[in-house]
């Protein structure tokens, strides 16, 4: 979700909405330790050819983690901490997805939306810091601090920073299905006062096996974030890292160009946030354009805010390119949802992105691939396509 500052007008329907290096591992602490053979020590290609990924922090190729995995020799010695969250679509039209987080002990079980595009863990649950924050579909949320056990998918964090709310707009509190955020962006967005608090991930990061997570949306059915590794049967290919921008503090990337249905692909540098809070992909005008071009009957309606078309319309499918690779959204996707309900009017998944000022790469695009957010401390996005339904 980006805040407020960044969105001027976001259309009334949309629910518009970092990272620690591994830990060494085996540090010798000051001490010189003269080597000797290890009588037990059994020589795998695999295994060396590993190590590095784990020093400096480079994601792990799937197939050289399964051929590791195969020769069962790591597992004692490296295997530090996964973590596997079920994503929940909260209704039929993909508005967000909600993971269970259990909070506090004893635990209550709360429905959190993973925000990739805000750096704060907001709970309408329930001294000292206070935050504040507006979010772009015009929300927000003020309150305490407090800091307490959250486990995620098996990951725990024992002593995570949880702004409650106590004061809450009424569209933050009207969205029932959700009770809250994990931020998943960079510290720099964390809205704390008097000092920033470290995000979830920042928080896990030094346990996991390797400091990234993963997001495997799906369309209308449940998906996953994982924490820690890649699973290399949520993809099919391989998968494209590309260097990201943390500055704001945004997951900001940038994709090699386009292409509308079967033509040809247009090769141009977009700059965008890949933002699992954000429902819509928004992207430049002249793309919007080039895209409804193709679709029958539609129009940028000022009533409706963004562009609308038919509900019966056939539309074509959106590919936007990382580095040399495609990922392309399937054209049902991009077909959000009627305008009111029992219209046969219908709003488009792909919008203009000129009045936000920003790029991006909302649930409408994430869903159509496997995500790979690297926290390396050059962090980098991965992007890989696989089976939709
Ligand atoms: C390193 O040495 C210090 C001082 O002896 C000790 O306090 C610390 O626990 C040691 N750390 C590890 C990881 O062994
Ligand atoms: C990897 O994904 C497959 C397919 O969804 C799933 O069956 C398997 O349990 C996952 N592995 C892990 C370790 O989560």
């Known amino acids: 979700m980006v805040p407020l500052a960044q969105i001027l007008t976001v259309a009334a329907l949309a629910g518009s909405g970092a990272a620690v290096p591994i830990s ?97 863990l907001t709970s309408k649950l329930m ?27 098996g990951v725990t964090v024992t002593s995570q920073a949880i702004e409650c709310a106590e004061t809450v707009s009424s569209s933050f509190t009207s969205d029932s299905a959700v009770d809250g955020l994990v931020g998943l962006g960079f510290d720099s967005l964390n809205t704390a006062s008097p000092k920033a608090v470290a995000t979830f991930f920042d928080n896990a990061a030094s346990s996991l096996d390797a400091p990234l997570f993963t997001a495997d949306l799906k369309h209308d059915a449940p998906g996953s974030y994982d924490f820690g590794f890649i699973n290399s049967s949520l993809y099919t290919g391989s998968i494209t890292y ?24 247009s090769s141009t540098s977009i700059s965008g946030i890949a933002d699992t809070g954000t429902t819509l992909l928004y992207l430049p005008a002249a793309i919007i354009k080039a895209y409804y071009a193709k679709v029958s009957g539609s129009s940028n309606s000022n009533t409706y805010g963004g562009y609308v078309f038919s509900c019966s319309a056939t539309l074509p499918t959106f590919t936007f390119g990382v580095g ?57 996005l991965g992007w890989a396509s696989k089976i939709l339904d």
Do not use: M
């Open 24 to 120: 060494q591992i085996g540090t010798i602490n000051g001490t010189t330790l003269h080597q000797v053979r290890n009588p037990s020590y059994v020589f795998n290609g695999a295994v060396s050819i590993y190590k590095p990924y784990l020093k400096f922090d480079v994601p792990i190729p799937a197939d050289l983690q399964a051929a590791v995995d195969r020769t069962g020799l790591l597992t004692k010695t490296y295997k530090r901490s996964e973590g596997v969250a079920v994503a929940t679509p909260i209704d039929s039209i993909n508005d967000a997805y909600t993971i269970p987080v259990s909070i506090g002990s004893p635990p209550q079980v709360l429905q959190l939306d993973f925000d990739t595009g805000s750096s704060d």
């Open 127 to 153: 001294s000292g810091y206070t935050w504040d924050i507006s979010y772009g579909d015009g929300s927000s949320s003020r309150g305490n601090i407090y800091a307490d056990t959250v486990v995620i998918g």
């Open 324 to 380: 040399s690779s495609r990922i392309t959204i399937p054209g049902n996707y991009l077909n959000y949802a009627p305008v009111e309900t029992g219209s046969s009017t219908c709003f488009g998944g792909l919008q203009d992105s000129s009045d936000i000022g920003i790029n991006i790469f909302g649930d409408v695009a994430l869903k159509s691939a496997f995500v790979v957010f690297n926290g390396a401390s050059s962090p980098t």
């Open 242 to 265: 590309v260097p990201v921008d943390t500055n704001p503090g945004y997951w900001t990337w940038t994709s090699s160009g386009y292409a509308v249905g079967t033509a040809a692909f």
